[in-house]
């Protein structure tokens, strides 16, 4: 019984213990949850998911960045500048200034 719940096992231990507490209790069997706990199987771990490093390897060739500021001169005018980026070359591909 403790190998099937424990195969089940969800993200919260404690309400699986508790189950398989009570089932033991029904059973006659006078144990402690602490004593469950320990012969529970351990949680199988997802292996690991994919890292942003290996996203942005993966997907390099087609990520662009592009940004829109301003910027306040010394005359107090303000210049809109729109900016294009190209990952995989790590080139300019549009740089656009407009003055207000």
Known sequence: MIEFYGAHRTR???PCLRL???E???LGIDISERTVSRFMPPKVRKPPSQT???FL???IGSLISIDFFTVP???FRVLYVFFVLVHDRRRILRYERRAA
Request: glycine share 6%.
């Open 24 to 26: 033991l209790l029904k």
């Open 57 to 59: 390897d993966n997907h």
């Open 12 to 14: 919260h231990l404690e």
């Open 52 to 54: 942003w490093r290996t």
């Open 73 to 75: 001169t010394a005359t």
């Open 20 to 22: 398989v507490h009570g």
